[in-house]
């Protein structure tokens, strides 16, 4: 069974930072591509960014204007999500996503496995 499990949630101020870890576990070959994804109450799971296995081909939503950062560890089977400027807006549910396509996907449905979510608040 695969496994994603994110950390590095919590509460933050507006202008601060928090950096999102996600593990994966349970797999014998790593997912190719991994990814995040965001869903504020009331709101649509929202595509964050994603990246390939050499972590050379990324993807990022244009609103974030380059606050936000991807990138993984092969070895720990782990991909991070650095937040830098977080604004109140930036306030959601963060969910962990892989799969073995080749390129990262930009909606729910390009990704097979998903983690449970960790909570970021950022206080105005």
């Known amino acids: 069974q695969v496994q994603l499990v994110e950390s590095g949630g919590g509460l933050v101020q507006a202008g601060g930072s928090l950096r999102l870890s996600c593990a994966a576990s349970?797999?014998?070959?790593?997912?190719?591509?991994m990814g995040w994804f965001r869903q504020a109450p009331g709101k649509g799971r929202e595509f964050v960014a994603g990246?390939?296995?050499?972590?050379?081909?990324?993807n990022y939503v244009d609103s974030n204007k380059g606050r936000f950062t991807i990138s993984r560890d092969n070895a720990k089977n782990t991909v991070y999500l650095q937040m830098n400027s977080l604004k109140p807006e930036d306030t959601a549910v963060y969910y962990c996503a892989a799969d073995y396509r080749l390129r990262p996907g930009l909606t729910p449905p390009d990704y097979g496995y998903w983690g449970q979510g960790t909570q970021v608040t950022v206080s105005s």
């Open positions: 349970g797999v014998t070959f790593r997912p190719y591509v």
């Open positions: 990246v390939n296995w050499s972590g050379s081909g990324t």
